[in-house]
């Protein structure tokens, strides 16, 4: 198995999901070039401005309302059971905009799925950065796990992020599958960050990570369904013991 590095160093901010390369660790895809948006071409001449919005900011505004009201009924009563009108009654904006931003309830979902993730990507990402000057990696990687499972604790975030995405088409599956690759990258470039050795993360390390992710995203699962029972302490502390696993092939 070579021992090349895997990974590039980690940007500050996600960058959309057409700039990725199988280097990158960034999370994929923003709302601002979600595939439903992109590509649309506003005229040239002067626009109207309304309320003190131009057209772009108010079309901007129209799209955080529609996001805003897709984690509300997604995250509330599910993908399958949400309508458009259900939708745009929540957003307060009628189906015209709807169609023309999203265009169908699945591209909705993906931008919505898209917001949270990064939003989540951000926090974690912000957490790791003092691994370049601590080797604590206990201390750092409990601060992390923290924030991960309190963000998880708005029980809308945690359906759309964990559940709402299954199924819905092999698009979608490889949208989930391209977060869980970025943030397995972020655990093995903050293990390598850490380690004393600098090992270099292998392929084989890549899907140890990645078997981690997994992990902890099924205990979110089940945390979300049970009902939030278990306090937090409980996932952290059971977490911690899949990382310290993972780390020893770095240090």
């Known amino acids: 198995m070579s021992s090349n590095t895997i990974m590039s160093p980690i940007p500050p901010t996600p960058r959309s999901s057409d700039q990725r390369t199988d280097n990158d660790t960034s999370a994929p895809n923003t ?45 509330r009563h599910g ?34 799925y898209s917001d949270c993730m990064d939003r989540l990507y951000q926090q974690v990402y912000a957490s790791v950065q003092p691994a370049a000057a601590t080797t604590d990696a206990t201390l750092l990687f409990r601060r992390t796990l923290q924030q991960f499972f309190q963000y998880m604790r708005d029980e809308r975030i945690a359906r759309i992020c964990m559940i709402e995405l299954e199924g819905v088409s ?24 850490l380690s004393a050795h600098q090992q270099p993360p292998t392929e084989h390390d890549l899907y140890l990570a990645m078997g981690l992710v997994g992990a902890i995203r099924q205990m979110t699962t089940h945390w979300l369904q049970s009902g939030y029972n278990t306090p937090v302490e409980t996932l952290v502390d059971s977490a911690l013991l899949l990382f310290h696993s993972a780390l020893r092939r770095q240090s």
Request: hydrophobic content about 35%; aromatic content about 10%; overall charge positive.
């Open 31 to 75: 709302v601002a070039n979600n595939s439903a948006t992109a590509g649309i071409c506003e005229p040239s001449a002067p626009r109207r401005r309304y309320a003190g919005l131009s057209q772009a900011q108010r079309r901007q505004q129209q799209q955080q309302q529609l996001i805003a009201a897709g984690i509300e009924l997604f995250g």
């Open 79 to 112: 993908f399958r059971h949400t309508t458009v009108r259900g939708l745009c009654r929540e957003a307060k904006l009628t189906d015209r905009y709807f169609y023309r931003e999203f265009g169908s309830l699945e591209r909705l979902l993906r931008a919505v």
């Open 170 to 193: 092999d698009s979608m599956d490889q949208h989930y599958h391209s977060y869980i690759r970025s943030f397995a990258k972020l655990v093995l470039h903050t293990a390598q960050r």
